[in-house]
């Protein structure tokens, strides 16, 4: 199946074409933790989870990182 990606620079659909044949590296900035949890932070992990699902379905090796930023003195107080 050929996956097809929206390239926001050229205005246009493209074939998608992984830098390692098979292999595919995703990043997905996860939630920051500011104040109460809300539907947005849900949204990032089911996302990126479904993304990657998507690329394994597909026959792909997927390194799937996402990051959870640390909890600092701002929420504490």
């Known amino acids: 199946?050929?996956?097809?990606?929206?390239?926001?620079?050229?205005?246009?659909?493209?074939?998608?074409?992984?830098?390692?044949?098979?292999?595919?590296?995703?990043?997905f900035c996860g939630m920051t933790v500011q104040d109460r949890p809300h539907l947005g932070h849900i949204r990032a992990f089911v996302v990126g989870d479904a993304v990657r699902r998507f690329f394994e379905f597909s026959g792909y090796e997927v390194n799937y990182v996402q990051?959870?930023?640390?909890?600092?003195?701002?929420?504490?107080d």
């Open 1 to 27: 199946m050929a996956i097809r990606i929206y390239n926001t620079l050229k205005r246009e659909k493209e074939a998608f074409k992984p830098v390692k044949e098979g292999r595919v590296g995703i990043y």
């Open 67 to 76: 990051n959870f930023t640390d909890i600092d003195d701002k929420i504490i």
